[in-house]
């Protein structure tokens, strides 16, 4: 179609395994494998597991990679070097960096969260204010009303970039300037922005941010997470899983802990370097690029979308649930519809992956670095025929995945 020959990242498509026939509008949740990573597995599991053993710690500087591997996201996030490590889980990530601004803010106990956050992140804060006790606590209030709460009480706003269900996406700058006018730290969960939506972290005084290796990055399932820990604050937070790897000379074997002076210090076990090595070798996919290409690419695809289903779908019962101005939108467009699962799994038969949250939200990630305007098209176009058809009513929902 015109728009994808004029479109100057359509090339980056060719870097994927994209199966034949599929419409994978689902990179939000898992991104794609791409034929660097295919090969870049083989060759650490040939080469380096399989041929160099203990010695690829140092031979192949696997010690290094989560330091290494950080240093690639950096500047997707706006950060200078040394402030972002490759490390645990996005939740495990969470939790050590809500523990360590807790460290940092003196009398204040509350970590503030946004109601409608990811539930992991949730339950990080009620995990770890159930842990500390002593009146930390953790408080939750609807995306509007968290300026009001920034009260004298608050440690840490804990909050998403983007809101994982209906694609919103909050203001990061003028939050983070509000919470810091109140005195309170901030942790963003860039899980779903991260290389795919602009940010300054470091010149919008960000604290801590955390996010998902396997999402928009491509890392592969189950990717190890990033967190990113401002350079001032590097010396005093400490974070409570204090592991061998966090420690300044590990190799020591030291009887106590002393923390690495850096954002090291947020590692703690032995990273898994097999997925480690494929995000790795996935991020190589943003050298040249600019966030804000990809960024142009994103909204240009989702307003295609919205405008297409309004027109075509919008009869038949579709609704648009994600924010039609672009600058409120992440990388995804999200529809409501009575019967989104069943909807969902009829296009999941056609070959149009993307996902459903009960009970009515359908949701389309659109990853700008391998879809193209004909496939938001076809996409649609198979909506309109299962709206269209009966093939909803009887489809069986039966998909359990996340
Ligand atoms: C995907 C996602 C997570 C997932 O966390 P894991 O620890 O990797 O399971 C956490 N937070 C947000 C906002 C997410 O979108």
Same mark, same amino acid.
Request: charged share 25%; glycine share 8%; aromatic share 8%.
């Given at each position: ?7 100057? @990242? ?18 939000? =949740? ?11 597995? =083989? ?78 992140? @949730? ?34 706003? =804990? ?10 996406? %909050? ?18 969960? @860039? ?112 307003? #295609? #979308? ?30 409501? %519809? ?65």
């Amino acid at each position: 179609m015109a728009r994808d020959a004029g479109d100057p @990242l359509a090339e980056l498509r060719q870097e994927f395994h994209l199966p034949k026939g599929l419409i994978y509008l689902d990179g939000n =949740s898992l991104g794609p494998l791409s034929h660097g990573v295919r090969e870049t597995l =083989s060759r650490v599991i040939a080469e380096e597991w399989g041929e160099e053993l203990i010695r690829a710690w140092d031979s192949r500087d696997w010690i290094d990679l989560p330091r290494r591997a950080g240093e690639k996201i950096a500047p997707l996030l706006g950060a200078a070097p040394g402030q972002v490590l490759v490390a645990d889980s996005t939740s495990v990530n969470l939790f050590k960096v809500l523990a360590a601004a807790l460290g940092l803010a003196g009398d204040r106990r509350v970590i503030l969260s946004e109601e409608r956050s990811f539930p992991s992140d @949730l339950y990080i804060a009620q995990g770890l204010s159930r842990l500390l006790g002593r009146g930390y606590r953790e408080e939750r209030v609807p995306a509007p009303r968290l300026v009001d709460a920034l009260s004298s009480e608050v440690a840490v706003l =804990s909050i998403s970039h983007v809101d994982y269900r209906n694609g919103a996406l %909050h203001d990061m700058r003028a939050l983070t300037a509000a919470a810091r006018k109140a005195g309170v730290l901030v942790a963003w969960d @860039l899980s779903h922005s991260a290389g795919v939506v602009p940010m300054e972290l470091d010149s919008w005084g960000v604290d801590f941010a955390v996010g998902c290796g396997y999402k928009f990055l491509n890392g592969g399932p189950g990717a190890p997470a990033f967190v990113y820990v401002a350079e001032r604050h590097q010396r005093r937070a400490r974070q409570p899983l204090a592991g061998w790897l966090g420690h300044a000379d590990p190799f020591a074997f030291s009887s106590d802990y002393r923390p690495a002076p850096g954002v090291e210090r947020f590692a703690c076990g032995t990273p898994a370097i097999l997925s480690l090595a494929a995000l790795d070798r996935a991020l190589d996919l943003y050298r040249g690029l600019s966030v804000e290409a990809l960024r142009n690419k994103s909204l240009a695809l989702s307003t #295609f #979308f919205l405008e297409l289903a309004a027109e075509r779908c919008g009869p038949l019962g579709l609704r648009a649930a994600c924010p039609l101005g672009e600058s409120r939108r992440g990388s995804q467009v999200v529809f409501r %519809h009575q019967a989104a699962r069943a909807v969902s799994e009829a296009l999941r038969r056609r070959g149009v992956i993307g996902d459903c949250r009960p009970p009515d939200i359908l949701r389309f990630g659109l990853a700008p670095m391998y879809l193209g305007f004909a496939d938001v098209w076809d996409a649609v176009d198979s909506l309109v025929e299962i709206l269209t058809s009966s093939d909803w009513r009887s489809a069986q929902p039966d998909s359990r995945v996340p």
